[in-house]
């Protein structure tokens, strides 16, 4: 007598221990073939991108399409992914929490660097810290989370003032002026809005002693999902420590660590970050000027 094959339950574990659905993988597989050098596909097209039947793949098709993750392309008749997918992409982000997701990525800048790390947000036209992990070393940046810096002096301040309209950035030099904190603080219009094009251009903002004498910091843009800057992350220290035979070490670890966190946020998702990524390199030919208004 033959035996009847034992019906192996949807939820078994694999010999890996861990609970494996092929119709959910082919789903998945089917909906990660779709990229922005892809973004549609016939049905023959994706079968052979995935050695699948083609019946096989269409069946998945009609089904992900009900479901709304995918649709057909009314220009073409092609597939390519519905709008659900954004709307839970949207979810995604919206449950995202800045801080939460900054800091793991500000731990470790603090530890590669060994300076203070910050966090800041532009707020009523003040660079906001809105997040510190001290270093361990003795000398330290006397700064305080919740307080309100001045943009145009600070790294993080300035890294956030590059990237906004012009209108927006003439209206906060109009409501907070540019006031010098030492003798190297910008406080020519014309100079800080050449620096803003400089910062732009390499990815990076240096407070070279204009806001507190014998501090020098550097600072870097996040992006979040729309490639807007949402935020700046940022190292600081003694110009004992922060040299400017160090500065583009730092930088390089300071773009990193923001780029990391800008992918956590969705960014690489965006075409506006994906043009500015390009620009944000390391200048390792370079020296830091005497003066902040010639970076």
Same mark, same amino acid.
């Given at each position: ?11 078994? /574990?694999?010999?890996?221990g861990r609970y494996r659905i092929q119709a959910i993988e082919r789903a998945v597989s089917i ?7 892809? =973004? ?33 392309? =009314? ?12 709307? @839970? ?14 800091? +793991? ?9 060994g300076e203070t790390g910050h966090l800041a947000v532009l707020d009523n036209g003040e660079a906001? !810290? ?19 810096? =001045?943009?145009? *002096? ?8 590059? !990237? ?7 209206? $906060? $030099? ?6 010098? !904190? ?13 620096? @803003? $094009? ?5 990815? !990076? *903002? ?24 949402? #935020? ?5 220290? +003694?110009?004992?420590?922060?040299? +400017? ?15 990391? @966190? ?9 075409? *506006? ?15 830091? /000027?005497?003066? +902040? #208004?010639?970076?």
């Amino acid at each position: 007598m033959s035996e009847t094959p034992e019906e192996i339950p949807d939820d078994a /574990p694999d010999r890996r221990g861990r609970y494996r659905i092929q119709a959910i993988e082919r789903a998945v597989s089917i909906l990660n073939a779709f990229s922005a050098e892809r =973004p549609e596909y016939g049905v023959t097209e994706l079968a052979n991108e995935l050695g699948l039947h083609k019946s096989t793949v269409h069946r998945f098709l009609v089904n992900l399409e009900h479901a709304g993750l995918v649709e057909r392309s =009314p220009r073409s008749g092609r597939y390519r992914l519905g709008l659900h997918i954004l709307e @839970l992409g949207g979810l995604v982000m919206q449950q995202m929490s800045l801080w939460e997701e900054a800091l +793991p990525f500000l731990e470790g800048l603090v530890r590669d660097t060994g300076e203070t790390g910050h966090l800041a947000v532009l707020d009523n036209g003040e660079a906001i !810290y809105v997040e510190r992990v001290e270093t361990h070393r003795a000398l330290r940046i006397p700064s305080a989370v919740g307080r309100g810096y =001045p943009a145009h *002096a600070t790294s993080l301040g300035k890294v956030l003032l590059a !990237y906004l309209g012009s209108t927006e950035v003439d209206g $906060i $030099i109009r409501a907070h002026g540019l006031e010098a !904190y030492t003798s190297n603080t910008i406080v020519d219009e014309s100079e800080l809005e050449h620096e @803003l $094009i400089v910062i732009r251009d390499r990815g !990076y *903002a240096i407070d070279n002693e204009e806001y507190d004498e014998g501090l020098r910091c550097i600072g870097a843009p996040i992006h979040d999902h729309t490639g807007a800057v949402v #935020a700046a992350v940022g190292v600081g220290g +003694p110009v004992t420590r922060v040299t +400017p035979e160090r500065v583009d070490e730092l930088a390089e670890l300071v773009t990193r660590a923001a780029a990391g @966190l800008s992918r956590r946020l969705g960014a690489h998702q965006s075409a *506006a970050y994906s043009a500015a990524a390009l620009r944000i390199r390391t200048t390792s030919d370079r020296t830091l /000027p005497a003066s +902040p #208004a010639a970076v």
